[in-house]
């Protein structure tokens, strides 16, 4: 039997570690054995991958040159990590996968389809998601979370405008796969709701 992969996506502050740990546990306790993994990182190539994109001395890029590099650091993680572990039998715990590039790359109508096409290319269709989790914040409270936190990366401190794209884009993925995607609004949420509420979205995955 196969596994099942899991995607938790959000803007930082959203809770994806936190919920990705807690769904590893429920996992857990069903007996599984979950692979819990991170976008980009992960492998040592996502490790080169992240150390060259999330830098914060570059100079600025091309969001689709950035959109080209998440792809390749996200083949490399599907051939070496996702796609042996489902095939073993065990599901796959991913923080963050194509809705954010779709998000922080997507900054044009053009861009987000020119990266939902790459997502096409690059990852076959028996390697999607079995469920995206979006841990939904409007752009004031994403911001709020963003720059109270000292570790704020080169992707999450640009402001206000920036974070109404990043959530315009998954609301863009949300759209495209309906059935694999389920957006919780979390800005109001504990731990706990938000963890009842991931649960209700998987475990008819699961019976
Ligand atoms: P990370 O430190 O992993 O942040 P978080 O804990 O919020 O996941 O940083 C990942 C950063 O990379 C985050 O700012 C979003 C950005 N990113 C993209 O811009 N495009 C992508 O395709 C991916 C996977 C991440």
Redesign the pocket.
Known sequence: MSGKFLVFEGM?GSG??TQAQRLVAWLESRGRHPLHI???GTTPAGERFRNL??DPTREAWDPAT?ALL?FASRRELLLQEIRPAIEDGRDVVC??FTP??VA??GTSPELATFVLALDRLVVPNDMQPDQVLILDLEPEEALRRATSRSEA?S??ARGLPFQAQVQNGYHRYAKERPESTTVIPVGDCNPDEAEALVLDAITHLFT
């Open positions: 930082d994806k570690t991170r976008e980009p994109l999330l950035e998440f923080e963050r954010s590039t922080y790359q990366d992707f999450e």
